[in-house]
């Protein structure tokens, strides 16, 4: 097919919001599908309205508030946690379900994985846009998923001699704004080609700017970084080196739409359309976010056998930071009681991951044991941390009878490992603060003891 870059056209996308504001609302956003799930459409829009009226507005009356309000609520319920981010869909009888991708999420802390799997699975045309948009996307033949071409073009230019830099201008004008390469069918060899001829030729194309022209393309930047597989400046865009299995992944795929619109008519359309673009990709559950400060752990060799140098998964990798920092702790008191701090994630049953002591933090009670269980996730940005922010974490049976157990001196170490450092917070004797309403528990798994006396039926079957 030819390429002409002068063919422009503008396929917009759900306006998000800043990667830390993104990454601040995710797990708030992610809980409130999971802890109200399965239930009606109207049970759904009625809990997540009054959910997200208490954290936005202080107040729990949806109706009390302004037609301003409510309209930011529905926003964030309808654009960003279903069309956008992908964390619900509706069946055609009108029950609400959790995504495969948000109970991922949940369940592995990795929100730039996250993120991979909205890339991967997000394309022109989809149904998150209006008929009259959708209509016009089909008309004029556009067929792509174009943040899997985004990476796919980045690779391709990295690779060739020249090595040229990039400029997210260009992959703006060249790439998702033109007609041509939306309909999926440019080899991204040859808009490599036009770029540095354009460039030689010193051919200046218009400048994208403005939330009409610019908007829609910086969504997409947005996004990529987001799942930790590109990295931009001011100017320039380019992959991230410490993804390259990531990036294997998104230049393996096909970058033309999978979803197929034409098979299906009506509601039937977009049931179908927010199943698929909330499932979990089959890859992406393989593959361990990077940065670049991977934590190697050569110290903890007898503590974990064969663990030896090799980087390990999150929760493994989130106990031994803080090992590490609490050796150094307990050092800095009294380098004779840093035997005191032993790492025990892999002994079954025990409720916490880390036993230590409280040292320069109690000194009245110096060498009082200090029971730590570790809960690492990983993100981009840095957390806020400001007044209207919140996290979620998931605790075990066990972990909760240990707070209850240990009372103050047993503490939940959040590490959050960021693009920039590593951060950890300390959250003290969880156990009270739930008694005092400062931390929210709901009861997520609940184990059944039966006796005979409770079966109905007994069958009998040849297999």
Wanted: aromatic share 12%; glycine share 4%; proline share 3%.
């Amino acid at each position: 097919m030819s390429y002409t870059p002068e063919n422009q056209y503008r396929c917009t996308i759900i306006r998000g919001k800043s990667q830390s504001e993104m990454e601040d609302l995710l797990p708030f956003y992610a809980q409130a599908v999971h802890n109200n799930c399965p239930c009606t459409k109207n049970e759904f829009d009625v809990r997540c309205n009054r959910l997200l009226s208490k954290y936005f507005f202080g107040n729990e009356d949806y109706e009390g508030l302004t037609d301003a309000n409510k309209k930011t609520i529905r926003n964030h319920i309808t654009e960003i946690m279903g069309k956008l981010l992908g964390l619900y869909y509706t069946s055609l009888d009108g029950m609400v379900f959790e995504s495969e991708s948000c109970s991922f999420l949940l369940s592995k802390n990795d929100f730039p994985a996250f993120f991979k799997n909205i890339c991967l699975n997000f394309q022109f045309p989809n149904l998150a846009d209006s008929t009259h948009t959708l209509n016009d996307r089909i008309k004029h033949g556009v067929n792509i998923r174009p943040m899997c071409y985004v990476v796919e073009f980045l690779d391709y230019a990295r690779k060739q001699t020249a090595n040229k830099a990039i400029t997210k201008q260009e992959v703006g004008y060249y790439i998702l704004n033109n007609l041509d390469v939306l309909k999926g069918q440019v080899d991204v060899s040859n808009v490599y080609s036009r770029i540095i001829s354009d460039r030689d030729n010193n051919v200046r194309r218009d400048r994208l700017a403005g939330s009409h022209d610019w908007q829609h393309i910086k969504e997409q930047f947005n996004l990529l970084e987001l799942a930790n597989v590109i990295e931009t400046n001011a100017e320039y865009i380019w992959l991230n080196s410490s993804e390259e299995q990531a990036i294997k992944l998104f230049c393996k795929m096909n970058h033309e739409a999978r979803f197929d619109i034409s098979k299906y008519e009506g509601k039937r359309a977009q049931a179908e359309w927010d199943l698929y673009y909330g499932k979990l990709n089959p890859e992406i559950s393989k593959l361990n976010t990077q940065f670049n400060d991977s934590i190697q752990i050569k110290e903890l060799k007898k503590e974990r056998g064969a663990v030896g140098l090799s980087t390990v998964e999150l929760g493994d990798k989130g106990e031994a930071f803080v090992y590490k920092m609490e050796c150094k702790r307990v050092k800095t008191y009294k380098e004779r009681l840093v035997n005191k701090v032993l790492l025990l994630g892999k002994t079954k049953g025990l409720g916490y991951d880390i036993s230590s002591i409280e040292a320069n933090e109690n000194p009245g009670k110096p060498e009082f044991a200090r029971y730590i269980e570790v809960k690492a996730t990983t993100r981009v940005s840095e957390p806020s941390f400001d007044a209207r922010w919140s996290d979620s974490l998931n605790l075990t049976s066990k972990e909760w009878i240990a707070a209850e157990q240990y009372g103050e001196y047993y503490n939940i170490y959040r590490v959050y490992f960021t693009k920039t450092k590593t951060i950890v917070v300390k959250i003290n004797n969880p156990f009270k603060k739930a008694a005092e309403n400062k931390i929210d528990v709901f009861p997520t798994i609940y184990q059944m003891d039966f006796s005979a006396k409770a079966i109905q039926k007994q069958y009998e079957v040849d297999v």
